[in-house]
């Protein structure tokens, strides 16, 4: 059940039981389990095993993070769509979120624009 809930984030799983053996473990694990341990458990094998399970909670994190990287170009900015069109980043942005833009000018871009006094607007 707690598979079918679809959740942000993923929930890692260990299965604490009396049954013991190898169909068991596979059973546990074909169930949805991450990892598997039997009673009588010892508290510093349930640690290490938890310690496990934070380390790969933390890569799927890192895999997530990855997965939402915008396939921008390096020239003009704009962002490439799942279906391989290109859209200027303030329309992509904000056709999938509620951001808003103003735009002003950044110091830098003043200073290669040769030192021009742009004032921002918001």
Not at 106 to 111: A, F, M, V
Request: net charge neutral; aromatic share 10%.
């Amino acid at each position: 059940m707690i598979r079918a809930r679809h959740t942000e984030s993923y929930v890692y799983l260990i299965l604490l039981t009396a049954f013991t053996g190898k169909g068991n473990y596979l059973r546990g694990m074909s169930e949805g389990a991450d990892d598997f341990v039997t009673k009588p458990f010892d508290m510093d094998e349930l640690a290490a095993r938890i310690r496990v399970g934070e380390r790969i909670l933390s890569l799927e994190h890192k895999i997530s993070r990855l997965e939402g990287l915008l396939p921008i170009c390096a020239y003009c900015k704009n962002i490439r769509d799942e279906n391989n069109n290109w859209h200027q980043m303030e329309y992509y942005v904000a056709d999938r979120s509620n951001a808003e833009f103003t735009h002003g000018v950044c110091p830098s871009c003043i200073e290669k624009m040769g030192g021009t006094r742009v004032r921002n607007i918001e």
